[in-house]
């Protein structure tokens, strides 16, 4: 039995075999650090980032970078250009009067060194260009949600969840052996929703062997990603069965996992704007059975005869961290949660042209209407993230643009539960395997 720093060993190992540089194994680098170490000012303070720039580490002795300022993934208020004398140039962003986030947005051109030597390059007259950019943080501990919480808002969950209760759990299991080991036994699990026949397939990976014989263990849900698409992560996420929590990978379509290729693609086609369906109406929204399926997905955890009875946990990031953050207000049950850069919130803040998080909508979409407005708020995760009890562990990246800095802050803001946080500045939309682990690690740590 691989105990958990056996685990944390392997992938230090994995990482060292394969580490490259930022970005892992780019031809080109680019530095930027801002002049407060941490990446945050107060309002009205004006910020500064030294800018350095090399390609296969071979720094130009003088290019001409190009750049743009503008709000968190809104449009350019300011440019310019800055000559980078051996690689370095200092570029002042300005201020912002209000809390919220501004980015830096780079591009240089340089001669193509790929097809010869310098000499033939320069004949050839070839180039290429590179792009990059850096947020920095105004006051963001100020951040508060644009989206406003319904009068109604809980007296219309608490209605839905009453309803969703009438229609009895029923569910089918079958053998995963293509995700199953000497240490993890795996199954397919099909879960029915409600009467309308919606569904959600998950794998559910139980803990096996000696170690765990006739044990209660903790139980963890996890929701995906935004997308239709095959549950991804079943055999990376092999650790957390490997240290004893029974985790349950979910999809929120109705698609099972082990169809074709081609009849993955056929759902997709037929659910990629699930968005935006039913938009006009909070009772017909395409997600409200979505949320009420996470709160079925627990009832089905809950029910397993290796469930502890004490512990119940969700994680995810993104979309699955917004469906985890649902799950927690919904269900009292929940013990912990663990979020990274969660969607779904502060979805409508684009009709007043500020920084909304993902989807991103467009006033095409029809998500800015009157009623798309109003049925957004009743599915916005900063309203949900008010009515969260449980301890909850967050992390988000500024360099985010699918899910924003700004956005993450309006969450973490009005969260009131016990929580903690990684900020990891540099960080896109995405966690190094490290933060993965950690996240596992608090979880253990925090079990009743």
């Given at each position: 039995?691989?105990?958990?720093?056996?685990?944390?060993?392997?992938?230090?190992?994995?990482?060292?075999?394969?580490?490259?540089?930022?970005?892992?194994?780019?031809?080109?680098?680019?530095?930027?650090?801002?002049?407060?170490?941490?990446?945050?000012?107060?309002?009205?303070?004006?910020?500064?980032?030294?800018?350095?720039?090399?390609?296969?580490?071979?720094?130009?002795?003088?290019?001409?970078?190009?750049?743009?300022?503008?709000?968190?993934?809104?449009?350019?208020?300011?440019?310019?250009?800055v000559t980078l004398r051996n690689g370095h140039a200092r570029i002042s962003m300005g201020t912002r009067k209000t809390p919220g986030f501004r980015d830096l947005r780079l591009k240089v051109t340089v001669p193509d060194l790929t097809p010869g030597a310098l000499s033939d390059t320069q004949a050839s007259g070839k180039t290429v260009t590179y792009s990059h950019h850096i947020k920095l943080a105004f006051s963001p501990e100020k951040i508060q949600p644009w989206t406003k919480e319904p009068a109604d808002f809980k007296a219309f969950?608490?209605?839905?969840?009453?309803?969703?209760?009438?229609?009895?759990?029923?569910?089918?299991?079958?053998?995963?052996?293509?995700?199953?080991?000497?240490?993890i036994e795996t199954f397919l699990v099909r879960l029915d929703i409600d009467r309308k026949h919606h569904a959600m397939y998950g794998y559910l990976m139980v803990p096996k062997g000696k170690k765990w014989e006739g044990r209660k263990l903790p139980v963890l849900l996890c929701p995906p990603g935004a997308g239709v698409k095959e549950i991804k992560n079943v055999a990376e996420s092999s650790y957390y069965a490997e240290n004893g929590i029974i985790r349950f990978l979910i999809e929120i379509h109705g698609a099972d996992p082990t169809m074709s290729a081609r009849s993955m693609a056929d759902v997709r086609s037929a659910f990629q704007d699930y968005l935006k369906c039913g938009i006009h109406s909070r009772e017909q929204y395409y997600m409200r059975h979505v949320y009420l399926g996470l709160v079925r997905s627990l009832d089905f955890l809950t029910q397993l005869p290796q469930w502890d009875g004490k512990n119940l946990i969700v994680q995810g990031g993104s979309q699955g961290g917004a469906l985890s953050i649902v799950a927690a207000a919904l269900d009292p049950r929940v013990t912990l949660c663990v979020v990274n850069h969660p969607a779904l919130a502060d979805m409508g803040a684009g009709a007043d042209n500020l920084t909304s998080g993902y989807p991103h909508f467009r006033p095409e979409d029809g998500a800015y209407s009157?009623?798309?407005?109003?049925?957004?708020?009743?599915?916005?995760?900063?309203?949900?993230?008010?009515?969260?009890?449980?301890?909850?562990?967050?992390?988000?990246?500024?360099?985010?643009?699918?899910?924003?800095?700004?956005?993450?802050?309006?969450?973490?803001?009005t969260l009131s539960c016990p929580k903690v946080k990684l900020v990891t500045p540099i960080n896109e939309h995405w966690t190094s395997k490290t933060t993965n682990i950690g996240q596992m690690q608090w979880i253990l740590r925090n079990l009743k």
């Open positions: 039995m691989r105990t958990l720093l056996s685990v944390l060993s392997a992938l230090c190992l994995i990482t060292s075999a394969t580490a490259g540089n930022y970005p892992d194994r780019a031809d080109y680098l680019w530095w930027t650090q801002p002049d407060h170490a941490d990446w945050i000012y107060k309002c009205g303070e004006k910020a500064a980032v030294d800018v350095s720039f090399s390609q296969y580490g071979i720094v130009p002795e003088e290019a001409v970078a190009e750049y743009t300022v503008g709000d968190d993934i809104l449009g350019d208020d300011q440019s310019g250009k969950w608490d209605e839905s969840l009453k309803e969703a209760a009438q229609y009895p759990l029923h569910y089918t299991m079958e053998p995963a052996p293509e995700f199953s080991t000497e240490l009157k009623e798309g407005l109003r049925t957004l708020a009743y599915y916005d995760v900063v309203n949900f993230a008010r009515y969260v009890k449980c301890p909850t562990y967050m992390t988000w990246g500024y360099n985010d643009n699918t899910c924003t800095p700004t956005t993450s802050y309006a969450v973490w803001n």
